[in-house]
């Protein structure tokens, strides 16, 4: 009788490419150091249709009878939550407020045009919806005979146990559970004159890296091509943006819609202090330098026609240590990622 093939723990950091053929259920993983295909790689229950990736490296998945947050290099590591409703489309964006692990957690997901949440504490029987109000954005001339609309969250980071989002050189918003949701925002002294360039238009993300709060600002031009990047730090003492020639010699990866995310560079043989950013539909990743934007272009090998390229990152591994009679409990660090234009 022949043996089962094993399955082959995925490697990561690695890109899960979303393919366009229809009849392709499952994503396709990409090394990120080959740039191929991960042959027989696979991370149980992952589909096109039922994933919604953290930055912290856990994947929210939801099954016909089960939700739970997924190890992507351990099947048998699951955190079990309630089920989330049907229908939620997989463009929103899912952050947690910590590790897992400590209590109250919040599961967050974030609808990407609709002005609404989705939370949940780890241990909740349900998940709780919420509509929120942050103002709106006016339009001049209007479109389709409306002269405003309401402003959603888009980009948004976890740190020190709050989200922020819609991180700009002028404001960051605020949201916080005490214990229901709570907005606020915080005005930034001193803005950057001119930070968004010479069109004031950019793809801006926030990334939590080691408790530290950072804004990447990739500017775009009148043909809507990046010709800029830059690192910002949030100062929150003095309430500002502090430019960032090093991010502590870790690697930040960026995705589709609004994900950043951080990683150990050393650990996972990743370029220092420099930016990840997939681009599905050419095929490729770029590396940018953070301290002068050199940037390298890394083709994928025989990759498919693809609607959306998510970074999966690895999540915090749980190491018991015994010492005498006392047992320890210590973190090791590691993270995920996707995409971000595409």
């Known amino acids: 009788m022949e043996n089962a093939s094993p399955v082959v723990s995925v490697p990561v950091p690695c890109l899960s490419m979303e393919q366009r053929d229809e009849s392709a259920d499952k994503p396709v993983l990409f090394s990120i150091s080959d740039k191929k295909a991960i042959i027989d790689g696979d991370i149980p229950g992952l589909t096109n249709a039922n994933a919604w990736f953290t930055p912290q490296g856990w994947i929210l998945l939801r099954l016909s009878t089960a939700t739970f947050l997924q190890n992507p290099q351990d099947s048998q590591d699951k955190i079990h939550l309630p089920h989330l409703p049907e229908g939620l489309s997989t463009r929103c964006s899912c952050q947690l407020s910590g590790k897992p692990s400590l209590p109250g957690c919040i599961v967050l997901v974030v609808e990407p045009i609709a002005t609404v949440i989705w939370y949940c504490r780890i241990g909740d029987d349900e998940w709780t919806r919420h509509e929120y109000d942050i103002g709106t954005l006016p339009f001049d001339p209007p479109i389709d005979g409306k002269d405003h609309d309401d402003v959603a969250i888009c980009q948004i980071a976890a740190c020190h146990g709050k989200f922020y989002f819609n991180g700009f050189f002028d404001t960051i918003g605020v949201l916080e559970f005490t214990p229901t949701p709570v907005f606020s925002s915080i005005e930034i002294v001193d803005p950057t004159p001119g930070g968004l360039g010479v069109t004031g238009a950019a793809h801006v993300y926030l990334v939590e890296s080691e ?60 370029e220092k202090d420099s930016v990840y950013a997939s681009y599905a539909v050419d095929k490729c990743f770029e590396v940018s330098k953070v301290e002068d934007d050199e940037t390298e272009v890394h083709d994928l090998i025989d990759a498919p026609d693809s609607k959306r390229g998510m970074w999966i990152l ?26 971000p234009i595409n």
């Open 211 to 270: 408790d530290e709060l950072y804004m990447v600002c990739l500017r775009i031009d009148y043909e809507f091509t990046i010709y800029d990047m830059t690192v910002h730090k949030m100062d929150f003492l003095s309430r500002q943006w502090r430019r960032a020639d090093e991010i502590g010699g870790r690697a930040f990866f960026l995705a589709p819609l609004y994900f950043g995310a951080s990683c150990s560079a050393d650990e996972y043989g990743l």
């Open 314 to 339: 690895p999540v915090e591994k749980k190491v018991e240590m015994i010492r005498g009679s006392n047992r320890c409990d210590c973190y090791l660090q590691i993270y995920l990622w996707h995409s």
